[in-house]
T-cell receptor, first 114, second 110 residues
């Protein structure tokens, strides 16, 4: 199994531009999570999906952030317009439906907004 | 509000000693608690799971305890090695939320 695949690995963009982060979860996993990691705030849950349906998006910082999961093998996190304070590492993770199942993380997208 | 704290931001110990990391939480009743390891530039990797009705779990040189009265979990690495150097994160699983601690950066010196 290739694990959770995220792209791009690095993204540098200018303030005001749209940014799209991509994630391919592990096949057969029912849950998909988007996290953001910074030195100041650690690992924060932004949103998670169950069977492609968003369940809890209370961690999404503001309307500039949106996430979609059009099918079981693909999800996107979009920031429009981007701001310097969005600079962070964004992780996607997936897990099976079994209670307490471990999260399998991708290697993240390092976003820098100048 | 729900809060999870990993007491030490960084821990530096001698090779061969036991490393003990602490995870405390408040205003939360997790059904499960997990520990992850994160290396620079990589995503966290799952290590161990412990359920609320379990006191202790072991896996090779790793041991986790879970005290729901104290609202605390301890993570031990025995016979530590330089290769154990990494950031270790605890994560609490409740009914609808998964919250991570900020992590403890562990350094094992030869």
């Amino acid at each position: 199994d290739a694990g959770v695949i995220q792209s791009p690995r690095h993204e540098v963009t200018e303030m005001g531009q749209e940014v799209t982060l991509r994630c391919k979860p592990i096949s057969g996993h029912d849950y998909l999570f988007w996290y953001r990691q910074t030195m100041m705030r650690g690992l924060e849950l932004l949103i998670y999906f169950n069977n492609n349906v968003p369940i809890d998006d209370s961690g999404m910082p503001e309307d500039r952030f949106s996430a979609k999961m059009p099918n079981a093998s693909f999800s996107t996190l979009k920031i429009q317009p981007s701001e310097p304070r969005d600079s962070a590492v964004y992780f996607c993770a997936s897990s099976s439906r079994t209670a307490g199942s471990p999260l399998h993380f991708g290697n993240g997208t390092r976003l820098t907004v100048t | 509000s729900q809060k999870i704290e990993q007491n030490s931001e960084a821990l530096n110990i001698q090779e061969g000693k036991t490393a003990t990391l602490t995870c405390n939480y408040t205003n939360y009743s997790p059904a499960y608690l997990q520990w992850y390891r994160q290396d620079p530039g990589r995503g966290p990797v799952f290590l161990l799971l412990i359920r609320e009705n379990e006191k202790e779990k072991r896996k090779e040189r790793l041991k986790v305890t879970f005290d729901t009265t104290l609202k605390q979990s301890l993570f031990h690495i025995t016979a530590s090695q330089p290769a154990d150097s990494a950031t270790y994160l605890c994560a609490l699983f409740g009914a609808s939320k998964i919250i991570f601690g900020s992590g403890t950066r562990l350094s094992i010196r030869p």
